[in-house]
Nanobody, 117 residues
Framework: QVQLVESGGGLVQAGGSLRLSCGGS????????MGWYRQAPGKQRELVAL???????NYADSVKGRFTISRDNAKNTLYLQMNNLKHEDTAAYYC???????????WGQGTQVTVSS
């Protein structure tokens, strides 16, 4: 049974920082491309940051220079360090694992990030 479990969300003031974590089980974590997505009320889910199995990273323009995605394959854990948070970063954040060759994709249940202005 595959599980992705996010943690680390919460309420923070604008300009503050949070670190999200996503623990994976039931998959060979190291071979998956991993990503963080977010969805604000009334908006579509959007990609925040992606890290491939090889360690390459990609970020949404809105978070470049403020967010850092990383992974620890030995711990089966994905991270998102979020600095200089803005009110518009308020959303539910979801962890995603993808293995395109077999068209496998899994989602976590989400963790809420609320940034007060």
């Amino acid at each position: 049974q595959v599980q992705l479990v996010e943690s680390g969300g919460g309420l923070v003031q604008a300009g503050g920082s949070l670190r999200l974590s996503c623990g994976g089980s039931g998959i060979i974590f190291s071979i998956y491309d991993m990503g963080w997505y977010r969805q604000a009320p009334g908006k579509q889910r959007e990609l925040v940051a992606l890290i491939t199995s090889g360690g390459s990273t990609n970020y949404a323009d809105s978070v470049k220079g403020r967010f850092t995605i990383s992974r620890d394959n030995a711990k089966n854990t994905l991270y998102l360090q979020m600095n200089n948070l803005k009110h518009e970063d308020t959303a539910a954040y979801y962890c995603n694992a993808g293995f395109s060759r077999l068209r496998l994709e899994y989602w976590g249940q989400g963790t809420q990030v609320t940034v007060s202005s």
